[in-house]
Every structure is written in structure tokens, then in C-alpha cells.
């Protein structure tokens, strides 16, 4: 039986307050990335620091970055926000703050890569990286409102200074949260440490167990830190925890539903004096090297890091309106004073209702007969067609609908959502579904869940007039649809060329038609 991962949210931290004025779901205000840690995120800092020679560039991408293309952060701001810019301070082998820990490049050294002079350049912490973005920006105006502030870092504390104590390292996070706040910092997300003992640097070493251990307790301490800390500001903070240890471990759980081939690195920066590649295709691994992601897993992170924060804006936002308008019931105390955890718990009951407001507004219901929607010609046969129900426009950008005959014989390529959830209904007839690694046969009535990240497909193997319902969440794929019907139909081409065509637009990884094994 696969494993399917069903999102569920935050580490178990609620959001203090919000200033974001914003109940559009899916849809996030930020326009500048701010981000500040080690070689997880460092878009170029070492490389640069170093006088270029670390990373090894190539294979590392061209700027210095810790993958072979973009960083999650990179991905984040270029791909999934609007108009953004970002300011990446992180820097390799940084520590959380220099006073506890020096950080320095002296990893790999059996690689020739100019050892003599990495080893004696040192890193800035986090907290020297928030001074010198502190430093940066004190003649400017910074609308705070929309920026976006990150800390990931903690792992080489214990690297480079073993006597620290996982309370020291989490108070030192603190700590650069705190500064950041000093200075006007509003939007603020920790991110906790990943599954280190399953990278291939720590895998199958005897101090295996001791390193899962230590990044559990970790980042234990540093949710329950965080909650009892800021859970008693009376505050208009907006601070979230992202649990990274959960999410990469379930993308490594179930690798091969993702379109990985392996577990093992793609390059060996360990065993030589240059760096070996090992594999012919990165895109099929989630590890380039023994310590880093690849560029193909970053922007799957990244993908998810913005799910995680549009999905939690909800709440948030509507705690921010009742308590602007200071509801109160029967003569009680109004929303505005009550303690942050209540109102958020209230406000989590109250969504149903809230979300029908949009900027003040009701979104009206709508209603679509049985033969009406937007109808797109899906294959050349010109009776091959499918309906758009429910648009992004109708429904806020909640979820989009369609249904449609499914031809004998038709069968789309196997495919990965990055953007969007995926639900079939089964209205008439029957249909193979492939969801990961299950096949099985959907007959009328059936409902399958394809969560995004998990490759699937369907097909009708001999099922006169069998139908079919989608329903995507949230909505914006029914623009890829009319996109790919309008390139087939005014190229004659075929649907699964023209799908191939603009599918990376669209947070979409055709994995080709392989044959059907079941």
C-alpha cells in the first residue's frame, strides 16, 4: 500500500497576528525575499567570499549557488511570487551567530578546489548576516508589510562547535529573530532543520541515530521556544514555523511517486581530489552532492513552502478583521483582547463563514447548468472535448472544475502536479487510474485523490461513454487547458505534444507514456 501525503499544515505553531490586509486565497502580498542561514539556501555568498572556490563551479551552477540551478528561495521569488526581488544573505558553513560558533569552508578537503584558502575563509552567522541587511538599509524605506523575512540555520553549530547544547543553538535563532524584529521585521518564518541523517553524508554511519535524534529534539525545542515565547506578545507579528524535517522526509519516504530514481548523490565531493559525477540525468535525484538538494527538489520545497504559507494566511486573516472591528458577543470581552491562541482556534471555526468575504465584498454562488461551462477541444476527433464548470474567477481562486468523455483508448501521460491538488469523479462508465505506485479500476461512482508531488494518470481501456469530473485545488490549471486546446487546435497537432509544450509554465512534469503495467 503507498504512502500518499495529505497536506496538513504548520508544525503545529498558530500564526501571532497578521498585517497582511489580504483574504484572497492563494494569492500572498509579498515583493521582496529576505533570507538569511547556511548552504541550504546561499544563492552565491560563499562562492563569492571565497574569491570563487567554494563551490566547485561546475558543477555547481554558475553562480556559486549549492545546486546545479536554482535554490529554493531563488525558485520562490522568480516563479511563484509577483514581481518580487530577493536578498539572499545566507552563506555556507554559516553558524547561527559567530560569538557561539565560527563557521569556516573547510569541509571536502580532500578536494584539490584551492583548500588552502576556503579553510581560513570564514563564515557570517546568521545574526552577522541580519547586521549587515540591518546595515544595508538604513537610509531606505522598507515597506515592511511586504517583506518577507527567513531564517533557516542550526545544523552547523553542532559541526563546528560540539560543547553547544540544542537550547543554546534554538536561543541563538531566537536571538536573530528578535533583531530582525527590533528594526521593524513583521513577516517572519523559521524553518526547521531537515532529515540530515538521511542525506547521503550521514547515511549508514554509525553516528546515524544520534544525528536523527539530535535534529528531532531540535526542532522540538525550537517550536515549543517559539510558541511559548511569541504566543504571549500582544503583538501584529506574523510568525510561522516551516517543517522541512516533515516534508523531506516524505518526499523521501516515496521517492519513486515523485520521479526520482535513487537516494544516492548525484556528484561525489567526498572520496577525491576533484568532484566525480555519478549520475547522467540530476533531474531524476534528489541530492547533488552528499549535503545539498537539487535544483529539481529546491523548487519542489519551494513549491511547498508557498503552499504551506498561502494555506495558513487564512486563519490569520481572519482573526486581523475581527479584531480591526472588535466583535464582541453578548457584553463579553471584544475579540480584540483575548489571548492569541483563542482568537486563532475561533478564527479557524469562523473561516467557513469568513471566506465568503473578499476584500469586504460576498462572492456570490453560481450556478452552471448540465450543457453550460467553457467547452475545449481536447484530442483531433472534434467530439473529444472537455467542460470548464467552475473557473478561478468564479470561485475566488478556490479550486476550478471540469468534466468531460473519455474516448476508448485515451490516456494522458503520466504526470506530476506542483501547484495544485487533484480529484476525479468517475460519472459514468469505468476507468483505469494509475495514483503513484497503485493501479486500479474506477468504476461510476468512484472519487480518487491525487495529491500534488505524486505522479498519476488515467485511462479508458474499453468503456463506451465513460465520463469523468475533475476537481483542482486551488484553481488556475483550467488556464493550462485552454492554452494546450488553443496550440492543438490551430496546429492540428496532437494533445499530448501540444500538453508537453506548456506544461512547465504551469508547475506541470510530463513524465512521459511508459507502458501501463496493471
Sequence with gaps: MS?????????????????????????LPYTTLVTFGDSTTDSGNAYRLSNRTWPPVPPFNQNGGFADGLLWNEYFTQKLLTN????????????????????????????IANYDIRSKTKSPGVRQQILQYKNSI????????????VIWSGTNNYFFNKTLTIFDTVQSIIDCLNLLISFGGQNLVLITEPPFHRFPAFRNKNETNTTKYLYIEHNQILNMKLNEYYSSLKTQLNIQLFDSYSFISMMIDNYTQFGFENLDSCWDTISGSTVQVLCQNITKR???????LTSKMQAIVAEEFYRFLTEKSNATDVAKLLSQNNISHNGSSSFANLDQNLKYFMAEKLLSIAEKLNDGKLILPVVV???????LQVLARANSTRTIKLQGSQTDGRLTIMEGEILVGEAPPLHIHHREDEYFHVLQGELQFEIGDQTFIGKAGTWVYAPRYIKHRFRNINSPGARLEYVFQPAGIEH?????SKIMVEQQGDWESAAKAVATKYGIDMLGSPDWTG
Design 3 to 27: 504512502s500518499f501525503y495529505i497536506p496538513n499544515g504548520t508544525f503545529s505553531n498558530p500564526k501571532v497576528g497578521s498585517p497582511q490586509m489580504y483574504l484572497k486565497s492563494g494569492i
Design 84 to 111: 518580487a526581488t530577493l536578498y539572499d544573505y545566507a552563506c555556507g558553513s554559516a553558524t547561527t551567530d559567530n560569538q557561539l560558533a565560527q563557521g569556516i569552508m573547510s569541509r571536502n578537503p580532500n578536494l
Design 138 to 149: 538604513m537610509n531606505q524605506t522598507i515597506d515592511f508589510n511586504r517583506t518577507l523575512y
Design 286 to 292: 534528489i541530492f547533488c552532492d552528499e549535503y545539498h
Design 369 to 375: 447548468e448540465q450543457y453550460q461551462g467553457e467547452h
Design 480 to 484: 493550462y487547458f485552454e492554452e494546450v
